[in-house]
Every structure is written in structure tokens, then in C-alpha cells.
């Protein structure tokens, strides 16, 4: 099987509609595949390609503003 070959079989698998998408439908469910993967491939290649993918690493310092207790 060639890279090509597994590419097209992802598709025509994509293709097929989830059932939250049969309800809205589709204009071109092959085109929507196609975009759906190479969007995909890019999260996979680039992990901070997706927005709110990146984890924050902060500690409770930096986040709040200490509030002193009263005298």
C-alpha cells in the first residue's frame, strides 16, 4: 500500500458523516474530509498549531494577587 493509497482510504473513511453532521448535512462530504485530515496532520505535525493546546505553567503567585490578611 502506497502513502498515497492510505491518504484516499483516510478520506473515504472521513467522508462518511458523523451524525451531527448528517443533521446540518454537507455540501461536499469528500472536500470536508479532505480539510478535516489536513488539519489534523498539521495539529499532529505542530501541536501548538491548535488554539488552547498549549498549557500554561504557572504557579498560584502568578496568577492571583495576594490579599493580606487584616491586622
Known amino acids: ?3 498515497e493509497q492510505s491518504d484516499q482510504e483516510r478520506v473515504e473513511s ?3 458523516l458523523l451524525p451531527e453532521e448528517a ?3 454537507s455540501d461536499d462530504p469528500q472536500a470536508q474530509a479532505e480539510a478535516i485530515l489536513a488539519e489534523s ?3 499532529l ?3 501548538r ?3 488552547d493546546t498549549v498549557l500554561e505553567h504557572r ?3 502568578q496568577t492571583v494577587t495576594p490579599i493580606e ?3
Do not use: F, I, K, N
Open 41 to 43: 496532520d498539521l495539529r
Open 59 to 61: 504557579t498560584s503567585a
Open 69 to 71: 490578611p487584616p491586622d
Open 23 to 25: 443533521a446540518v448535512g
Open 14 to 16: 472521513r467522508a462518511h
Open 1 to 3: 500500500m502506497t502513502h
Open 45 to 47: 505535525a505542530d501541536q
Open 49 to 51: 498549531a491548535a488554539p
